[in-house]
């Protein structure tokens, strides 16, 4: 595993155009984005990296993205306090989404989740944004 605090903050998205932009977002919060298309790739980078935070879409290739908030739920509770997840469906609170940090709706404004990003994740651990 990765040294906790290093400033890492997983992006799972499916449209590279939305990984992109997550990923600039993330780098304008001086931390490092580690970007993954799909559920399979998302779960190996948990098992291999200790996040600080994740942005997490709910809509991804392979596997609904339920069905990752539950696998992390099981490898890596932790996470889940420093989780944003994003979506284009209403959603009711239930299982692993209560325990997350925030949901947002697409379309979304930057500045919302920078400041959910924000408050998810580690304080003090590492380079915090400005």
């Not at 990752?68 to 944003?84: D, F, G, N």
């Not at 469906?89 to 920078?114: C, H, M, N, Q, Y």
């Amino acid at each position: 595993m990765s040294t906790p605090g290093h400033g890492e903050v997983l992006v799972a998205d499916g449209d590279p155009a939305i990984r992109s932009l997550l990923a600039v977002l993330v780098k304008r919060m001086a931390r490092r984005a580690v970007s993954a298309g799909d559920c399979p790739t998302a779960l190996e980078l948990i098992e291999t990296h200790d996040f600080d935070g994740a942005i997490v879409d709910l809509r991804l290739p392979s596997e609904d993205g339920t069905d990752l908030l539950s696998a992390i739920a099981e490898r890596a509770p932790q996470l889940l306090p420093r989780m944003v997840v994003i979506t284009t469906a209403k959603w009711r609170p239930s299982g692993e989404l209560t325990r997350v940090a925030a949901v947002i709706r697409k379309p979304f404004a930057l500045d919302e989740l920078t400041t959910a990003l924000q408050t998810c994740c580690r304080d003090g651990d590492g380079p915090q944004a400005h």
